[in-house]
Structures are given as structure tokens and as C-alpha cells.
């Protein structure tokens, strides 16, 4: 059992924070086995938004903050996508690249496997070539 670590989570008037016994109650921090908010840490967003509000800053400037733009390079601005069918008539499914305006059809197979990436379509390009 974990405590949630949100900043002000002792403070929301909830029945499942009452604890102790009758003429020392007092509302507490959650305690769980399992939160669904900020990787397991916070047990609702309200208490990721508290915690995030009185200590974001230090964390970014602890671990970096951004000083200049991330960029994503039109080579590798590919990204899978389909295009929804009524049932029956199949998905259209491809790669598509917004900065370079480009689509290139793939299989189904294709778009479900988690590995195949448009550099496979570079790889299975030139195999073929060279095959013929």
C-alpha cells in the first residue's frame, strides 16, 4: 500500500479520507494498492494538478528545461494512418507524411504490426529491386 502524493489531497472532503476512530476523526491522505493517475503516484488528477502546481517548476528546471523548439525532420515525420470504411468494404491503411505531403498504401498486417515502419517500406523497396 502506497500513499497518494498529492499536495492537497488530505484536504477534499471525500468519506473514503475519515479515518480514525469516533471523537478523532480526521481526513487523510488516500493509502491504495494501486493509483490510476501520474505513473501510480496520484489517486485523481486533481491530485496530479496540486502536486504539478506546487512543484512543477522545480522538476522541470531539475531535469531540463526546454530552451529551444523540438523538431521532427520531414524523414521522420512518417506515421501510420488509416481511413475508416463501412464494415464490409475494408480500411484503406497507409503511411503518411504531413510535411512532405506524401501517402504510401501498406496492408492491413502492416499497419497492425507494432514494428513495421516506414523504413521497412524503404528495406522491402530495395530487396525487391534487387531480387528482379
Not at 488516500?30 to 522545480?58: A, I, P, T
Not at 480500411?91 to 504531413?98: C, G, L, S
Request: charged residues 30%; contains cysteine; glycine residues 6%.
Amino acid at each position: 500500500m502506497k500513499y497518494c502524493q498529492g499536495t492537497k489531497c488530505h484536504e477534499y472532503k471525500t468519506k473514503d479520507r475519515i479515518k480514525g476512530t469516533k471523537g478523532s476523526k480526521s481526513y487523510q491522505t488516500r493509502r491504495r494498492s494501486h493509483f490510476y493517475y501520474g505513473k501510480n503516484n496520484f489517486c485523481s488528477l486533481n491530485c496530479q494538478n496540486d502536486w504539478f502546481e506546487v512543484n512543477g517548476n522545480r522538476a522541470i528546471d531539475h531535469f531540463g528545461r526546454l530552451t529551444e523548439p523540438k523538431k521532427v525532420m520531414a524523414d521522420s515525420a512518417w506515421y501510420k494512418d488509416y481511413t475508416w470504411r463501412r464494415s464490409g468494404q475494408g480500411h484503406e491503411h497507409y503511411f503518411i507524411n504531413d510535411l512532405l505531403g506524401e501517402r504510401k498504401p501498406i496492408t492491413e498486417q502492416q499497419y497492425d504490426d507494432k514494428t513495421y515502419c516506414h523504413d521497412s517500406l524503404v528495406y522491402d523497396k530495395l530487396a525487391k529491386e534487387i531480387t528482379e
